[in-house]
């Protein structure tokens, strides 16, 4: 989490570095701290959310498992909101206790707005998921979630930047769109489960098969591969 965050930052400061104004670059770093604070967040549910969370599915207990769950995400989604709207109230002497000066404030209000404010759940979500996605055992999904948010990132830099022109608001933009990918990705692949659930359910109502062997096309097993057996998984995410 931490390596990702970093390297995406580090590439967009250099990326900026390129931009023939000075200051913009000195607001990211600016708020940069305070964009880790969102991952120190994510920290506090994920991490301890996971462990709990492990347990309970290595006994079995789904239920116990899905109330864990439910309480990391939604505990992490309330206090990173609260979090955001603190800043947002308290910006002026956030930021100019974070290093900024009468050049810099402006760009790093900007960035702050559409960072933090706007894109600071984003962030805190794309780390927990991560989490809870390990606990399952699902170690290689959760760290191709957490490069995926870094690498969109570094695609959209220059982009939004250079293409469109939009400086360090383009910078932020790219970093909200970035910290979705992730949670696009988990939606795509649970929305994948459910059709696996409903292709169980509509089997064992109609007592047929969830997807034949054998078809006109030739071996049908392969168009879903993970709609064997059972036609179900145990993971909760994944």
Do not use: W
């Amino acid at each position: 989490v931490i390596i990702s965050n970093v390297t995406a930052g580090n590439l967009e400061s250099l990326i900026n570095s390129e931009y023939p104004d000075p200051y913009q670059l000195s607001a990211i770093n600016v708020c940069l701290p305070l964009m880790l604070m969102f991952t120190a967040l994510a920290n506090l549910f994920g991490i301890g959310g996971s462990g709990s969370l492990s347990r309970a599915l290595g006994k079995g207990d789904t239920d116990t498992a899905k109330r864990i769950s439910s309480f990391a995400i939604f505990g992490g989604i309330a206090v990173s909101l609260i979090y955001s709207a603190a800043v947002f109230a308290f910006s002026e002497p956030i930021l100019y206790a974070m290093g900024a000066d009468e050049y810099t404030f402006s760009y790093a209000y900007d960035y702050m707005i559409y960072v933090i404010v706007l894109g600071g759940l984003f962030t805190t979500l794309n780390s927990l998921l991560a989490h809870l996605v390990r606990s399952e055992g699902r170690s290689l999904a959760s760290g191709f979630g957490m490069s995926l948010g870094a690498v969109i990132n570094i695609i959209l830099d220059p982009i939004f930047i250079f293409g469109f022109k939009m400086g360090i608001q383009g910078a932020a933009i790219a970093t909200i769109l970035a910290q979705n990918g992730y949670q696009l990705h988990l939606t795509c692949k649970n929305s994948y489960k459910k059709l696996q659930e409903v292709a169980k359910s509509l089997s064992e109502t109609y007592n047929v098969p969830c997807f034949p062997h054998k078809t006109d096309m030739g071996d049908s097993k392969n168009i879903f591969p993970k709609m064997g057996a059972g036609c179900s998984n145990n993971h909760l995410f994944y």
